[in-house]
């Protein structure tokens, strides 16, 4: 149990699908994350949220959108995905966020995302 | 931007060998954080180093900090099929207008024959 919870685990969408996925935590931190996992890749970090404040966004294609309505769950909306954009998506949580102290990223099981 | 370098990519050892990943920035890091991820799992926390030179022991792993503060490596002493998965050293980094990064390695893949 890693206190990071991320629902569902795999997905399968098409192109012109919606979907979401969810990511809630149970550690009490302040700041939450997501990043992307391909293969080969280093993990690609896309949003932080710091006290549901999103703080940082990568460059990352509107197609991703985060939503965080309290500081224990945060979403990542999906739409019109392209192919490339199959991953492993990871959510994670930090007490304070990057920008502040040395505290460590709890990570989610995360979503295997599909896009066919 | 700050980059950070993992060596190797990938490591096959005889059980019982030792192992040893390197990580090198291109910039000063304030700490280096690193995490192991096992097949099908997500990234998890194994230790933090903040001080120049400093050296970390978790059993058999040892964990270095660079003078400069801009490597690191992680030694696994005689190897168990338990240490399979990958290693990712993370970098913080000071990115400008008061703020940090964290920026990961490509990790190092390390495989057990027992």
């Known amino acids: 149990e890693t206190g990071v919870t991320q629902t569902p685990r795999h997905l399968v969408m098409g192109m012109t699908n919606k979907k979401s996925l969810k990511c809630e935590q149970h550690l009490g931190h302040n700041a939450m994350y997501w990043y992307k996992q391909s293969a080969k890749k280093p993990l690609e970090l896309m949003f932080v949220y710091s006290l549901e404040e999103r703080v940082e966004n990568n460059s990352v294609p509107s197609r991703f959108s985060p939503e965080c309505p309290n500081s224990s769950h945060l979403f990542l909306h999906l739409h019109t995905l392209q192919p490339e954009d199959s991953a492993l998506y990871l959510c994670a949580s930090s007490q304070g966020g990057v920008g502040t102290g040395l505290s460590p990223l709890h990570f989610g099981n995360g979503t295997r995302l599909t896009v066919t | 931007g700050q980059q950070v370098m993992q060596i190797p990519q990938y490591q096959h050892v005889q059980e019982g060998e030792d192992f040893t990943t390197y990580c090198n920035s291109s910039t000063t890091l304030s700490n280096i954080q690193w995490y192991k991820q096992r097949p099908g799992g997500h990234p998890v926390f194994l230790i933090q180093?903040?001080?120049?030179?400093e050296v970390k022991k978790q059993k058999r792993l040892t964990f270095q900090f660079g003078e400069a503060k801009k490597n690191s490596s992680l030694h696994i002493t005689a190897t168990q099929t338990t240490d399979v998965g990958t290693y990712f050293c993370a970098g913080k980094g000071y990115s400008g207008a008061g703020s940090y990064q964290l920026t990961f390695g490509k990790g190092t893949k390390l495989s057990v024959i027992p």
């Open positions: 180093l903040v001080k120049s030179g």
